[in-house]
């Protein structure tokens, strides 16, 4: 059995079908999604729009399960110069609640765009931003990520599907851009599965940047159908394309190998949209972790 030190799992609330666009699914109250992460076995949960806004109300929930506070992931417009200051604004305000939780990550991501999610999974250099739209990006994720810094933080990057930072070459450039004293990555291995990306390549070659991870895996039966039918990403999910992990396409082997040869040290965030029988997949991909990596 194979043993990855330092690293902790966690889950989110996504796990349980909260997410504004997956309006088929009936979610459960907040207390029993937090019961349910504690009777799974996970260390902790990202703090989620469905989260109270008092931070106190959430650290007493937490605590009365054990779970700590792991990171939150707020997605900002950066591509234009002008909306800079209120990204810059939101940033802080959700660090204000995650420093009062006792987190010091946080997770940014492009803003979905219409333009992107109608072409999201087959993205090309057709549909990529110029090179002046990157580097006014690039210029606003180093400064709140250097701002993060100064107050103890630290900006993990997640490429996401329906963004303008979704395909590899896309990770390359922001990753090229930015600078890796203050910004790492979260990659995502469903959402770069998704975009054609290979995950495990992609942890491979971007080891040492790593900052948090994102554990998804799909069904590549399933994959297929979304790309030959050209279904939106909502649709994937409704169609189940996420699977528990070690059932999919995912190599999650050479995914902790990558993160063991790294050394890396922090979360590692179990998700799964929307499964039918969210406490079941959560303690499933919870037992495969342990079972396989002893995490």
């Known amino acids: 059995m194979e043993v990855v030190d330092a690293v902790r799992v966690a889950t989110a609330s996504v796990n ?42 959430i650290r007493t929930e937490l605590e009365r399960r054990n779970l700590q506070p792991a990171a939150t992931f707020h997605a900002v417009n950066l591509r234009d110069r002008s909306r800079q200051d209120t990204a810059m604004d939101s940033s802080m305000r959700v660090a204000d609640r995650l420093q009062q939780l006792g987190s010091n990550v946080l997770i940014l991501s ?41 107050r103890g933080m630290r900006a993990v990057f997640h490429p996401h599907a329906g963004t303008y930072v979704e395909t590899r070459s896309e990770i390359d450039r922001l990753c090229e851009l930015t600078d890796p004293s203050v910004l ?20 491979a070659a971007y080891a040492d940047r790593i900052g948090y991870v994102h554990l998804k895996d799909i069904d590549a039966q399933k994959l297929d159908r979304v790309r030959s039918e050209g279904l939106n990403f909502v649709e994937a999910v409704r169609l189940g394309m996420f699977v528990e992990l070690g059932t999919g396409m995912v190599s999650i082997r050479k995914i902790i190998d990558a993160l063991r040869s790294a050394k890396y040290s922090g979360w590692i965030v179990v998700e799964q949209d929307a499964p039918r029988e969210p406490l079941a997949s959560a303690i499933a991909n919870r037992l495969y972790l342990k079972d396989n990596f002893g995490l």
């Open 184 to 203: 790492g990555l979260c990659p995502d291995t469903g959402h770069l599965a998704y975009a054609g990306a290979s995950p495990e390549h992609v942890f």
């Open 110 to 150: 492009d803003e979905v765009s219409g333009e992107r999610l109608r072409v999201a999974g087959r993205a090309g250099e057709e549909h990529e931003l110029d090179d002046a739209s990157w580097q006014i990006m690039a210029d606003g994720l180093n400064r709140i990520a250097e701002r993060l810094k100064e």
């Open 16 to 57: 349980w079908g909260f997410d504004p666009y997956y309006t088929w699914v009936q979610t459960p109250s907040f207390t029993q999604m937090l019961d349910e992460m504690a009777q799974a076995g996970y260390e902790g949960t990202e703090i989620s729009y469905n989260f109270p806004d008092d931070a106190a109300v």
